[in-house]
């Protein structure tokens, strides 16, 4: 692992109109956080969550990405770890696994 991994959850408080009965944006982040620190635990990462509707305004990139979802090309919640996407709409858990392990993390025993 070179450096801590940096995860983005992209959402708002309204469910997307094809999200219903899926937990809300907020709920992801904080059950992918969960999550994350039970699988692996004592090794460091970020994770932060980004409204789609009141982006960074120093930050061009969240900007990016939250306009793209606003456009309809992502669904939300979208999951990034760094620049990869590794689940949107109704993000796997397997799949954000993988890509942590891809950077060198390992799952707890």
Known sequence: MTKPAE?????ADVLCPSC????SSKETYEWLEAAL?????????SITYIDIHHPP???????????KILNDEYFYPLVLIGDQVVGEG?????DVYKEMETQGYQPAI
Do not use: C, M, T, W
Not at 20 to 23: S, T
Not at 57 to 67: M, R, V, Y
């Open 7 to 11: 995860l983005f959850v992209y959402g």
């Open 20 to 23: 219903v009965n899926l937990p």
């Open 37 to 45: 620190k039970r699988k692996y635990p004592d090794q460091p990462f």
């Open 57 to 67: 305004a120093h930050d061009q990139k969240k900007q990016e990405i939250s306009q």
């Open 90 to 94: 109704n993000p796997k858990l397997k």
